[in-house]
């Protein structure tokens, strides 16, 4: 038996809830281990500083990641009162999404699997 009420249960589940702004992108186009190389240039930097990083990366993951910072920041300022100028990365991470699995026409009839993998992007804040 569980200890307690549901209404208990659930209770004491969001009393330990992160209250930390963050922001996620669920099945991004991107596989996880490009995602990271961009991540890891940005993990522990202030926001202005990881925008900038971002804006001059070439690599694509970086557009989505971008577009995610600045949500994150929206949710800061919007959500929970923080400025902007305090702000830094606590915690970046890509987890690893669902593969679309689609098919390549080879020669004398054969058929080669390409995999286009997905990701889960997250970014947390927090102040200084």
Known sequence: MAKGHRSQIKRERNA???TRPSAKVSYAR???T???FVLDAIRGKDVQTALGI???NPRYASSVI???LKSAIAN???NNGMKAE???IAECYANKGPTMKRIQPRAQ???YRIEKRTSHITIVLDER
């Open 76 to 78: 800061a300022e919007n």
């Open 30 to 32: 991107v596989s996880v």
């Open 54 to 56: 971002l804006a001059y």
């Open 66 to 68: 971008e577009k995610l």
């Open 34 to 36: 490009k995602a990271c």
């Open 86 to 88: 305090d702000l830094y």
């Open 109 to 111: 009839g054969r058929a």
């Open 16 to 18: 330990n809830k992160d």
